[in-house]
């Protein structure tokens, strides 16, 4: 594949467009999918006018494919990734990460789907083609001015929040649903915005993955709390449904409060896209698997706690053990193979999607705030969501490659400020 990075038109409906940034002359760019087992050979072309570099976010690749900072490339350049595809199914994507540009580069329309399929999947007739949905959230102004970074101060502190959905670059998106089982892939790419999704008319999400694939067996949730980054699977039956009828996906409302008189300005009501109840049926499916797959349990090699405190104390100030990021220094040492217990420590009023490259993780504590581990947040993760006062532990291995990779917040106003870190794994 070669993808070419460039600007372009994006439509912003009738005859309207903004200058934005392309994928492929798509935003999204081309959704990429790859078996487990395959090779991987992908050119990056740079035709932006400025630096950038591709982060295949949630893949295990080596530290020379994993495009962070220091590997981003000149306009008129290229890069070339190769690497294997050496993990289980999963919805990962890709997007920029050069230093200082990440934030912008992807508010302007640069990011897609990465999907990785394999055999353990694929027995479980999971939904396909015009059945299964990619849905890629965004909030944006939604007006002429819906693809401009421009961040405010008050968004350098709290990450750019707006108030129009978008899905695959779509104001308002609507979705056509049959009477039969489909699968919705959501990837929340957005700036700062945290989603709470839930179904308008009270009914259970039934989900069946997220980050790092699959989980061990479906389960039914109220509502699923969505941090930038993460991703989960969710199965909404069309027959649910009245024919003719509609739903929303929705974003609820939630209040982040960390003192008497100090909210947070997220958990806006959001209405995220319309599931409308076409015609058409299929015959009745078979209940799903009460099995999807086996997850092995990593157990710690000692009980000793690696902690990570995250702090935004002012709009200039992002900040992780007290440190901004410093492309050229090594600020902890992981051991190969090993498994440690890491804690990762929200000590600020704005919340942050702890976001590890190189590896999986099990998330397995979470305490203060929400103070709970949900359902959905089981199995392997690439990202974990902080509301504020909150720390969450997760069990980490490297155990694929040696090298340095990134710790990070995926507010990307935080982690363009320089909240990420440099861990060599060897």
Request: with cysteine.
């Amino acid at each position: 594949l070669t993808l070419t990075a460039a600007p372009g038109p994006i439509a912003l409906g009738g005859a309207a467009t903004a200058g934005g940034l392309l994928y492929n002359g798509g935003a999204p760019g081309p959704t990429i999918r790859a078996r487990a087992g395959e090779r991987a050979r992908i050119r990056l072309v740079n035709a932006l006018g400025e630096p950038t570099i591709v982060h295949w976010h949630g893949l295990i690749v080596p530290e020379s494919a994993d495009g962070q900072p220091r590997s981003a490339i000149a306009s008129g350049t290229t890069f070339d990734y190769d690497f294997p595809v050496v993990q289980r199914a999963g919805t990962s994507w890709y997007h920029p990460h050069a230093h200082h540009r990440t934030a912008s580069q992807l508010h302007r329309g640069l990011a897609g789907f990465f999907l990785i399929g394999d055999a353990e999947e694929d027995a479980l007739g999971l939904p396909t083609g015009a059945r299964e949905h990619l849905l890629l959230l965004q909030d944006r102004s939604g007006d002429a001015d819906a693809y401009t970074y421009a961040p405010t101060r008050d968004d350098a502190l709290v990450g750019i929040l707006r108030d129009v959905p978008y899905g695959n670059g779509v104001a308002r998106p609507r979705l056509t649903l049959d009477g039969a089982r489909h699968r919705l892939r959501v990837l929340n790419a957005s700036q700062a915005r945290v989603y709470r999704l839930a179904r308008s008319d009270g009914r259970p999400l039934t989900v069946i993955g997220n980050d790092g694939g699959l989980l061990a067996a479906p389960v039914e949730v109220p509502d699923v709390w969505l941090g930038v980054g993460e991703r989960v699977d969710l199965l909404v039956d069309g027959r649910s449904i009245p024919e003719g009828g509609r739903i929303m996906l929705r974003s609820l409302p939630f209040t982040i409060a960390v003192g008497p008189t100090v909210a947070i300005p997220q958990g806006i009501p959001m209405d995220l896209v319309e599931l409308v109840r076409g015609a058409g049926s299929a015959p009745a499916e078979p209940p799903l698997p009460p099995v999807l797959s086996s997850i092995p349990a990593l157990a710690p090699a000692d009980p000793t706690v690696r902690t990570f405190v995250f702090r935004s104390p002012s709009p200039e100030s992002h900040l992780i053990d007290g440190r901004a990021w410093d492309m050229d220094r090594i600020d902890g040492q992981v051991p190969f193979g090993r498994t440690e217990r890491w804690r990762f420590v929200n000590d600020s009023t704005v919340p942050h999607p702890v976001h590890l490259h190189g590896t999986h993780f099990q998330v397995v504590a979470r305490t203060g705030g929400r103070g709970e581990v949900y359902p959905y947040e089981r199995g392997w993760k690439d990202t974990v969501l902080l509301l504020p006062l909150e720390s969450a532990d997760v069990l980490v291995r490297f155990d694929r490659y040696r090298g340095v990779y990134l710790l990070h917040c995926h507010n990307l106003q935080h982690e363009d400020a320089g909240m990420m870190l440099n861990l060599r794994v060897g």
